[in-house]
C-alpha cells in the first residue's frame, strides 16, 4: 500500500518567491497533518484538517503560510513570499479516526531551503 | 517551560548494553502517550503507545508515571540499528493533537 505522498522532496527558492508543498494522505484517512521540523524547535504541528475542514491552524507562524484540502485526496501548504527563515522540513502525516487515531503516518518530508 | 522535554543526548552505547531514556510531559489532563522513532534524514515512525501499566514490545519497554508526569523507554541488548533519534509524543487537549519531544538521540556501536 503506498504511504502518504509528499512533492517536492527538495525545493531550494529565492527569499521572495511562492512555495507550495503538496500532499497526498493514505486513502481511506479522514486526518491530516501539516508539520515543520527544524534543528532548534524539533517537530511543530502547524495546522490539521479532519474530513478536509481545517481544525487548528493555531501553529501556522504568520499570514505568509496557507493550507488548503480540497479533497480527501489532496492538500497543499503555501509559503507566499518564502523567508530564510522558513527553510525547514515539513512533513505531512495522515491518521483515521477511530480506535488508533492518534497514530499518524508521515510523508517522507519536503526539505526546503530558502536562500 | 516546554510541553514535551527529553534529554537531547546523544547516548553512545555499546552492542548488547541497556538504554534508558525519560521524558517529562507539562499538561496533566495529556491522555495518549506514544514513542516515536526519526532515523536520519528519514521520517517519524511509531514505535509503540505507552500504556498506564505499562508495555512490552520485544526489547523495548515503556512505562507511564502520570503523578510524576514521566514517560520512560527500556532498550535492552541494543542492535546497530536501534541508532536513531527517538521521540517522545503526547497528545493535547483533544484526541488527534500530537505534541512531540525534540528527541533524544542514540548511538549504538560495535
Known amino acids: 500500500d503506498a504511504g502518504v505522498i509528499q512533492s517536492p522532496r527538495h525545493e531550494v527558492t529565492e527569499m521572495g518567491q511562492e512555495v507550495t508543498l503538496r500532499c497526498k494522505p493514505i486513502?481511506?484517512?479522514?486526518?491530516l497533518f501539516w508539520y515543520r521540523q527544524t534543528m532548534m524547535r524539533g517537530l511543530e504541528l502547524l495546522i490539521y484538517?479532519?474530513?478536509?475542514?481545517?481544525?487548528?491552524d493555531s501553529g501556522m507562524p504568520e499570514d505568509r503560510f496557507s493550507a488548503k484540502m480540497p479533497n480527501a485526496s489532496f492538500s497543499t501548504l503555501k509559503i507566499q513570499p518564502s523567508e530564510p527563515r522558513d527553510s525547514a522540513v515539513y512533513f505531512c502525516?495522515?491518521?483515521?479516526?477511530?480506535?488508533?487515531?492518534?497514530?499518524?503516518?508521515f510523508g517522507p518530508g519536503t526539505r526546503l531551503l530558502v536562500l | 517551560r516546554k510541553e514535551v522535554e527529553q534529554d537531547p543526548g546523544p547516548f553512545n552505547v555499546p552492542e548488547g548494553a541497556t538504554v534508558a531514556f525519560n521524558c517529562t510531559y507539562s499538561?496533566?489532563?495529556?491522555?495518549?502517550f506514544f514513542w516515536y522513532r526519526q532515523d536520519c534524514r528519514k521520517e517519524p515512525k511509531l514505535l509503540m503507545s505507552?500504556?498506564?501499566s505499562g508495555n512490552e514490545d520485544g526489547r523495548f519497554t515503556a512505562q507511564l508515571n502520570r503523578a510524576s508526569q514521566y514517560i520512560s523507554l527500556l532498550i535492552r541488548d541494543s542492535k546497530l540499528s536501534d541508532s536513531a533519534t527517538y521521540l517522545c509524543?503526547?497528545?493535547?487537549?483533544?484526541?488527534?493533537?500530537?505534541?512531540f519531544g525534540t528527541g533524544t538521540r542514540l548511538l549504538v556501536s560495535p
Open positions: 502525516a495522515s491518521s483515521l479516526s477511530g480506535r488508533n487515531q492518534e497514530t499518524q503516518y
Open positions: 486513502s481511506g484517512h479522514n486526518s
Open positions: 484538517f479532519n474530513n478536509n475542514v481545517p481544525i487548528d
Open positions: 499538561n496533566s489532563a495529556s491522555q495518549s
Open positions: 505507552v500504556y498506564s
Open positions: 509524543v503526547v497528545n493535547k487537549s483533544g484526541f488527534q493533537k500530537l505534541v
